[in-house]
T-cell receptor
Framework: KNQVEQSPQSLIILEGKNCTLQ??????????LRWYKQDTGRGPVSLTI?????NTKSNGRYTATLDADTKQSSLHITASQLSDSASYIC?????????????FGAGTRLAVHP | EAQVTQNPRYLITVTGKKLTVTCSQN?????MSWYRQDPGLGLRQIYY???????DKGDVPEGYKVSRKEKRNFPLILESPSPNQTSLYFC?????????????FGPGTRLTVL
């Protein structure tokens, strides 16, 4: 079954600290993996998109890694800020529905405290 | 400004009263999609369209209809809404996802069915 699982479900960190969010997937065939940031009540915003051949991709203080062999991805946030408080969603494109099918993880809710 | 717009943003209705949520994009995207988001469940795809007159069911299509008569518009129709369709709805658009293209989300429509 094509699934995307994220951990932890929720996380609290202090402002200025780093954190890493995990994403494991069983989607096959695989096209690409995306990380989104979603502020409460608003639409998700794309952070990174990685294809099979990419191991790492950065967007400012956000760095995503991908290990296509173990089917794992991580999102590392450096020097966290209060504005990083949001849900982070891992999404994989692929599976039996084709490369235009997106499979969503349930998200990790991050709270950054002063 | 490149954007995805949804209307209305908030809607309270009663069981059985037909309603339409509009979605429009100005980026000439082929791919458009509707999602619903419920607490603890993450985003779930309702319907998607890869081009004009081409629509496909997502993971939770029951009770919904869509149409794609023009490239820019992708309305979501609830013929006979029920309370279990109370949710936060997002429309999204992109060029075809298989190419690793970024997906842009609308601001969301919060629907309450009494």
């Amino acid at each position: 079954k094509n699934q995307v699982e994220q951990s932890p479900q929720s996380l609290i960190i202090l402002e200025g600290k780093n954190c890493t969010l995990q994403c494991n997937y069983t989607v096959s065939p695989f096209s690409n993996l995306r990380w989104y940031k979603q502020d409460t009540g608003r639409g998700p915003v794309s952070l990174t998109i990685m294809t099979f051949s990419e191991n790492t991709k950065s967007n400012g203080r956000y760095t995503a890694t991908l290990d296509a062999d173990t089917k794992q991805s991580s999102l590392h946030i450096t020097a966290s800020q209060l504005s990083d408080s949001a849900s982070y969603i891992c999404v994989v494109s692929g599976g039996s529905g084709g490369y235009n099918k997106l499979i969503f993880g349930a998200g990790t809710r991050l709270a950054v405290h002063p | 400004e490149a954007q995805v717009t949804q209307n209305p943003r908030y809607l309270i209705t009663v069981t059985g009263k037909k309603l339409t949520v509009t979605c429009s994009q100005n980026m000439n995207h082929e791919y458009m999609s509707w999602y619903r988001q419920d607490p603890g469940l993450g985003l779930r795809q309702i319907y998607y369209s890869m081009n004009v007159e081409v629509t496909d069911k997502g993971d939770v299509p029951e009770g919904y209809k869509v149409s794609r008569k023009e490239k820019r518009n992708f309305p979501l129709i609830l013929e006979s809404p029920s309370p279990n369709q109370t949710s936060l709805y997002f429309c999204a658009s992109s060029f075809l996802l298989a190419g690793g293209n970024e997906q842009f989300f609308g601001p969301g429509t919060r629907l309450t069915v009494l």
